[in-house]
């Protein structure tokens, strides 16, 4: 038997149309990325080559200068573009989360972490006040945070940056999404942690999680990666196992990625 993409994303096209007379930025153009149940797919691609723009639209997260023109985004074979905002709600969190690039999008800086966690819970299922905050709990160790309680009463402003993205990793997994899409997940985090958080993504792989992973970093992608896709300039010019992308890249562009590095 084949195995089913539990995420599929066909022909997307999403461009941003600045002031008057400036040209059309082509963001995203013409798309398609298949992600599987149990493996991590890659985005890799230089600065600006649309990486972020198309994890955003999965999630129909667009500036409004920009617009998604045309494409599908099949999740659990159901065209997430077709949902309306109620059905969507459902989705986010639950059967899909995304660790974003731009950390002030995620955490309310007025509202404690312990509310915002049991929140991304009980958005989904109905949980005792004790099992919740078991979870919040257990979710903050496995993203290597240690004095959980005291990290549970803070706001955001009283952690660290580095502290406040593992909270936002810890959000995006408490409800155990199908699908978790992490755009540029590590950057900002010392190295050890770095490991810790990468080790957590492989574990979440094995039970079954389909892991989407965006990052400039080939290194963390030889060592993750299951599937590559390689963008540059709004489009896939690539893709394959890891193996293929590093062993055998066909593409002028994946080429000079791979020289880069070695
Ligand atoms: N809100 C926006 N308004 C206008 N242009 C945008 C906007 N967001 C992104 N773009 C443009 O879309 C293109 C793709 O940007 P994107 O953020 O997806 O790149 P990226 O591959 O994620 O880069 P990085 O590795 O730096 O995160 C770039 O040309 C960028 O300037
Ligand atoms: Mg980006």
């Not at 309310?108 to 979870?135: C, V, Y």
């Not at 963008?231 to 593409?251: A, L, R």
């Amino acid at each position: 038997m084949s195995k089913q993409a539990v995420l599929s994303i066909k022909n997307l096209k999403t461009s941003f149309y600045p002031n008057k007379g400036q040209t059309v930025i082509k963001a995203v153009d013409d798309v398609s990325l298949d992600a599987y149940p149990g493996e991590i797919t890659a985005i890799v691609g230089q600065s600006g080559s649309g990486k972020s723009v198309t994890a955003l639209c999965v999630f129909n997260i667009v500036d409004t200068s920009g617009r998604i023109e045309a494409g599908e985004v099949f999740l659990n074979g159901r065209d997430l573009r077709k949902l309306g905002d109620r059905a969507l709600r459902n989705v986010h969190g639950k059967e899909i989360s995304m660790i974003f690039q731009d950390p002030t999008s995620a955490l309310n800086p007025s509202i404690r972490i312990k509310k915002q966690l049991i929140e991304a819970i009980t958005a989904h299922e109905r949980i005792s006040k004790n099992m919740a905050m078991k979870r919040c709990e257990d979710v903050l160790v496995r993203v290597g945070l240690k004095n959980t309680k005291k990290i549970l009463n803070s706001y955001p402003f009283e952690l660290s940056g580095g502290m406040c993205q593992r909270v936002m990793i810890a959000m995006a997994i408490i409800s155990n999404p199908n699908v978790l899409i992490a755009d540029e997940p590590t950057t900002a985090l010392d190295l050890t942690v770095q490991r810790g958080i990468l080790e957590e993504l492989l574990a979440l792989r094995d039970k079954g999680m389909a892991v989407v992973l965006i990052t400039h970093d080939l290194g963390v992608v030889a060592q993750t990666a299951d599937q590559v896709y390689v963008m540059n300039n709004g489009k896939i010019v690539e893709n394959g196992t890891v193996y293929d992308i590093f062993e055998k890249p066909q593409h002028k562009y994946t080429k000079e990625l791979m020289n880069a590095i070695t």
